[in-house]
């Protein structure tokens, strides 16, 4: 990760850049948040610009994948209370299929699917642990991520991959 001057505040253009750069991220996060695909490109585009807003903040107290990280876990969580009150069926769940690759195994598909929908029904707090770690994140950033012990980390972490295999094996 390239390293950006941490002045009062941190310039436009490198605000802009640093949007770019984990772009990925917050499409992965966002997906990982909603499964809907018009909901998960709006969460999109209210992390990325949350990001942007609050980089002028950063004050280099923290590395800038944590602080990064930690914005889109608030927006995350502030669209989870917006949409938590909402009944599932009232939108109609949409899958983005990709058209790039003819010879994608149906059966991999299915499996990634199932998984998808078992974690979408983990408990918050167990799946914001997960989505953190399928995102390469460390115990120790995740930890300051959520503002909680690194034991607690592990032990969210460990019920929620024990939740996994349970809901993924009622379903075989």
Request: net charge neutral; aromatic share 8%.
């Given at each position: 990760m390239e390293q950006y001057a941490v002045t009062e505040h941190i310039k436009e253009q490198d605000r802009s850049h640093i949007v770019?750069?984990?772009?990925p991220q917050i499409r992965r996060a966002a997906k990982g948040y909603e499964q809907r695909s018009a909901l998960?490109?709006?969460?999109?585009?209210?992390m990325a610009f949350a990001l942007w807003r609050a980089l002028g903040n950063f004050d280099g107290q923290c590395k800038l994948n944590t602080y990064v990280y930690r914005v889109i876990h608030n927006?995350?969580?502030?669209?989870?209370?917006?949409?938590?009150?909402?009944k599932e069926d009232e939108l109609a769940e949409e899958q983005v299929h990709s058209a790039d690759s003819p010879e994608v195994n149906m059966q991999q598909q299915q499996q990634q699917q199932r998984l998808e929908r078992a974690i979408q029904q983990l408990p918050l707090s167990h799946r914001q642990v997960m989505m953190?770690?399928?995102e390469g994140i460390d115990t120790a950033e995740?930890?300051?991520?959520?503002g909680i012990s690194e034991a607690n980390v592990g032990v969210r972490?460990?019920?929620?991959?024990?939740?996994?295999t349970e809901q993924l094996m009622e379903k075989n």
């Open positions: 770019e750069t984990f772009w998960c490109e709006e969460l999109s585009q209210d927006v995350a969580v502030d669209h989870i209370r917006k949409y938590s009150r909402q953190l770690k399928l995740i930890s300051d991520v959520l972490l460990h019920r929620a991959k024990a939740q996994l």
